[in-house]
């Protein structure tokens, strides 16, 4: 994040002597992102992050890709999806490239591990649900609505709410997801036009220290690796931390939209960025109030760019045959616009309820076999009147 906090005790000077009630030193733990160029934290453990006593395979993630086929709009309804597993194992793959993996899940059951991606950062935004993300910095409760961002290197685990449904986004990047880099002035703070700043972002308030003994199981995903280490020592045994890198949320709610005289482009609702990509929520707002606006968007083609849309709430302005979970792929080399009558049908109203979350990729997605059940395959043909 860009600014600086700190939770539980921490000792007055980095690399100093800090001692534990009984006379034993607590133990550093640096981690940081480009090196040791980028953001960091310093945390404090209660034992040496380092001693793992069994490492296991768990396996490797292969995305199963369909088999490509002509280019062409595409409509997920992911509504019905079933998954199974917990809020990491039970993710489904709908598309990805070498810069991101988009998924949903269901959580249908409890992480019994704590899990760290190594690769880079991820998103989970919580479309449904409520619940704690629990990790080394702390406790963060989570609701409908919020995008949670982990830093690569977070060790972390989601333990929902009991008897609470749970349906989530996952945008998993291949590198750092940040707020965009205009919104922020030169010294890191949000910038007034910004539209959302310091004051909606909700880092860890809880820092909760486990010295317990046992087994604990932490997963790594390094690459498409998954390894399993086991510790004697609990992993979440910080007594203290500082820095910029930690897991934060941010409610889609607390976006403030930026509206025009006329129709603003996409850019404006833009939440985050990540290497070949941009997040953007799309929130219910007030319609452009030039006298003669047309508030529904115009045809584009986003020619270097694929569009993945994720309908969360409300109805969206230029879509028929849409419904909550729904996502629509616009590939990037062929137009798309307003459905039939809904860019007249737009004129002359004021605002819109709708509440989505739009990622648009730089380098073409390629959607896997999972995503092939969940298609509406007429979807490519309802611009026909
Ligand atoms: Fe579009």
Redesign the pocket.
Known sequence: MTYYYKLGKIPHKRHTQFYQPDGSLYHEELIGIRGFSGIQSLLYHLHPPTQIHKILLEGTVDIPYEELGPLRQRHLRTATVVSNGDAVAGRIPLMANADVCISVVKPTSLMSYWYRFAQGDEVIFIHEGSGVLESQYGILRYRQGDYLVIPTGVLWRILPDADIEQRMLVIEANGHIEPPTRYLNRYGQFLEHAPYNERDIRPPDELVTHDETGEFEVRVKAGNRITRYFYHCHPLDVVGWDGHLYPFAFNIEDFEPITGRIHQP?TAHQTFEGPGFVVCSFVPRLFDYHPIAIPS?YN?S?VDSD?VIYYVAGNFMSRKGIESASITI?PGGIP?GPHPGMYEGSIGKERTNELAVMIDTFHPLRLTKYALQLEDKDYAYSWIS
Do not use: G, L, R
Request: no cysteine; net charge negative; proline share 29%.
């Open positions: 996409p968007p584009h986003n569009e616009h798309h």
